[in-house]
C-alpha cells in the first residue's frame, strides 16, 4: 500500500524573496506587515514565505507563471 505523503514545501527567508525579486528584506518584510505577501511565522522572529504564496505573488504583480528555481550561492 502507497501512502500518500504531501511535498516537502519550499521555504524562503525574507532575505531570500528580497533577493530573488530584486528589492530590499525591509519592502519584503513591510509586504508581510500590510497582508500583501503572505508568511509563515515559526518562531517570535522567524518568518518564512511559502513557495506557493510567492509564485501566486509574483503572478499577481506581473502575470509570471512561476519564479526560477533558486541557485546555489557561490
Do not use: Y
Not at 504531501?6 to 527567508?13: E, V, Y
Not at 505577501?37 to 510567492?54: F, M, T, Y
Amino acid at each position: 500500500m502507497e501512502e500518500n505523503v504531501p511535498q516537502a514545501q519550499q521555504l524562503f527567508t525574507l532575505e531570500q524573496v528580497a533577493t530573488r525579486l530584486g528589492v530590499s528584506a525591509q519592502t519584503v518584510w513591510r509586504w508581510v506587515a500590510r497582508g500583501r505577501l503572505p508568511a509563515v511565522r515559526l518562531g517570535p522572529r522567524c518568518l518564512r514565505v511559502r513557495q506557493e504564496d510567492l509564485d501566486e505573488f509574483v503572478r499577481g504583480r506581473t502575470g509570471a507563471a512561476r519564479l526560477p528555481p533558486p541557485t546555489a550561492p557561490i
